[in-house]
């Protein structure tokens, strides 16, 4: 059991699946254990970790040779679809593909992980689009020359390769049929037993969680299992079954300080004793490897209490405020505007990002204003539907209310029609010119350069 595995990992301190190289796709076979779900909540946490231990150890003992190997991803591979020659791929679109070739070998697999919902999403939107080329290879057992990769992993992936025709039959069957790509149920017709996905949904994740399920994954559970940073493991949800993530933070993982306004760094520092449910606090961490006090700029809302370890949700980063008029509106003030206005459109929001009016030439003879960059799957908004945005923003953010009623200090936000090329160029721009892998990419719901807003202008339409 992936899940199983992931867990257990996760809170004995080893997180390194979520440092591989790209998406991996999990050949979790059918079994009593598939109910791991309904599990978490039967179990105390003690009692959750002593299971999961007993199980792994009989499990890799009878499953695999590679369990006294000391190369950690020799312990696990074994749970893969895809041999290990693929997590060596630097190209993502060829590591994708690959990927996506043993996963559509593999029948019995169930689970897909990868970091964000996004990643996941742009995953089937590559299977959408390359699925003959797919079929093709896997008909055919090997990598077409078409797939640009390293001549050792071609002949790794080659080797571990067989002609698999009667599944590639299957799939095009799957794939030419109609609405394959639209009804949602794509990816239980592919892998009948797929049980869960683990991936982020949490903050702005959850546009592109709903455009997931919406389009090809439909009942798929999606499993937000983990709270983590390049700081290190933060939390643990264990409420697979609950739509809005939520996670326990682990005490044992790092010190964990609380700024109690996700405000100025003077403001005063709480530990988790002394907060109250409700509260919006800002993450201050200090982790084993020597980050002291350290200001994440996550800002997290305390909903419970599990065993005295706070339980949150959370909101934003501190980073992505729109702040024309000190206002100070958060990516989670405004994307929930922003959703609640879209469920009455005419049409589908796919994508969003945001920016100051200051960043634009003549910003100086107009009102200060937001400016807004949507990709819409339909017609471009009405006026009718634009004002209603500007509603929701009142409703949702009571400063910014305040100046709109005033009249004056405050411009109607601008509105851009964007298409998919121009969020495919700040991604691309944003990877070549930072330490950001393609799994650890997020949109920025906030532009804060011009040069990056001229590039989201170019070719957007009022």
Not at 130 to 135: G, I, N, S
Not at 194 to 204: E, P
Not at 443 to 458: F, K
């Amino acid at each position: 059991m992936m899940l199983l595995w992931l867990l257990n990992g996760i809170l004995l301190g080893a997180i390194s699946l979520l440092a591989l190289a790209c998406i991996q796709i999990s050949s979790v076979r059918k079994s009593p254990y598939h109910t791991f779900a309904s599990m978490v909540k039967q179990y105390a946490t003690q009692k959750l970790l002593a299971f999961v231990a007993r199980y792994m150890r009989r499990r890799f003992d009878r499953d695999t040779k590679h369990f006294m190997k000391k190369d950690g991803r020799e312990h696990t591979q074994f749970l893969y679809s895809s041999p290990p020659a693929a997590n060596d791929i630097p190209a993502e679109p060829a590591a994708v593909y690959v990927h996506l070739l043993f996963g559509l070998r593999d029948r019995e697999l169930g689970a897909i992980e990868a970091n964000f919902a996004s990643f996941v999403y742009s995953v089937f939107s590559a299977l959408e689009r390359d699925w003959q080329r797919l079929a093709r290879d896997l008909a055919a057992g090997r990598l077409g020359k078409d797939v640009e990769v390293p001549d050792s992993v071609r002949t790794a992936c080659d080797a571990a390769l067989s002609p698999e025709p009667a599944r590639a039959a299957e799939l095009r069957e799957i794939f030419e049929s109609e609405d394959a790509f639209r009804d949602g149920r794509l990816a239980r017709r592919v892998w009948p037993h797929l049980n869960f996905i683990t991936t982020v949904t949490s903050g702005a994740m959850q546009l592109y969680a709903a455009r997931l399920q919406r389009r090809y994954t439909g009942q798929v559970p999606l499993y937000s299992a983990l709270y983590a940073a390049t700081e290190g493991l933060l939390g643990v949800n264990l409420w697979p079954e609950e739509s809005q993530p939520r996670y326990v933070l682990h005490p044992r993982a790092m010190l964990f300080e609380f700024g109690e306004t996700a405000g100025t760094d003077g403001d005063k520092i709480l530990l988790a004793s002394e907060l109250e449910v409700g509260g919006e606090y800002e993450l201050i961490v200090t982790n084993r490897s020597g980050m002291f006090r350290f200001r994440m700029g996550d800002v997290v809302r305390v909903v419970d209490f599990y065993n005295g370890a706070p339980i949150v949700e959370f909101l934003y980063r501190k980073g992505q405020l729109l702040d024309v008029h000190s206002e100070k509106m958060s990516e989670a003030a405004f994307f929930g505007a922003l959703r609640s206005a879209a469920d009455g459109w005419s049409s589908t929001l796919v994508d969003y990002t945001t920016a100051e009016s200051v960043l634009l030439a003549g910003a100086a003879d107009n009102p200060p204003h937001y400016v807004v960059l949507l990709e819409l799957n339909g017609a471009p908004l009405t006026d009718d539907e634009r004002q209603k945005v500007d509603e929701s923003l009142c409703a949702h953010h009571e400063v910014y209310r305040s100046f709109r009623c005033q009249g004056g200090h405050r411009d109607l936000p601008r509105w851009c029609a964007s298409d998919r090329a121009a969020f495919e160029r700040l991604r691309q721009h944003v990877l070549a010119n930072s330490d950001t892998s393609a799994l650890q990419f997020k949109v920025p719901r906030v532009l804060r350069t011009e040069s990056l807003l001229q590039l989201m202008l170019e070719g957007a339409t009022p």
